[in-house]
């Protein structure tokens, strides 16, 4: 089992930033790669960035150049630092990862409980 907890999130005013974190616990070997998503009001779950143990990532077109996901594989936390931030980043913010199996194979997913970002003047 793995449990992901995400921290970092609040309430920042348009053009500010924000470093999120996700810290996984347990089983770690159990994971690939890791991620955000996000969820705005009334909207669905939206792919933010991703990252692989190795280091390749992975942005949606409405962040890229602003978002920087990273991962610190020895102390097992995944970050993204999120500048110049816009109103309609707004949303609940989740820790993804992979669950893997024999040859890292996906096989299903862990998430962590969420952390709200709000971007308001």
């Known amino acids: 089992q793995v449990q992901l907890v995400e921290s970092g999130g609040g309430l920042v005013q348009p053009g500010g930033s924000l470093r999120l974190s996700c810290a996984a616990s347990g089983r770690i070997l159990d994971i690939n790669a890791m991620g955000w998503y996000r969820q705005a009001p009334g909207k669905e779950r939206e792919l933010v960035a991703t990252?692989?143990?190795?280091?390749?990532?992975n942005y949606a077109d409405s962040v890229k150049g602003r978002f920087t996901i990273s991962r610190d594989n020895a102390k097992n936390i995944v970050f993204l630092q999120m500048n110049s931030l816009k109103p309609e980043d707004t949303a609940v913010y989740y820790c993804?990862?992979?669950?893997?199996?024999?040859?890292?194979?996906?096989?299903?997913?862990?998430w962590g409980q969420g952390t709200q970002v709000t971007v308001s003047s």
């Open positions: 993804h990862a992979d669950k893997v199996g024999y040859r890292f194979q996906r096989v299903g997913d862990y």
């Open positions: 990252i692989t143990r190795g280091g390749s990532t």
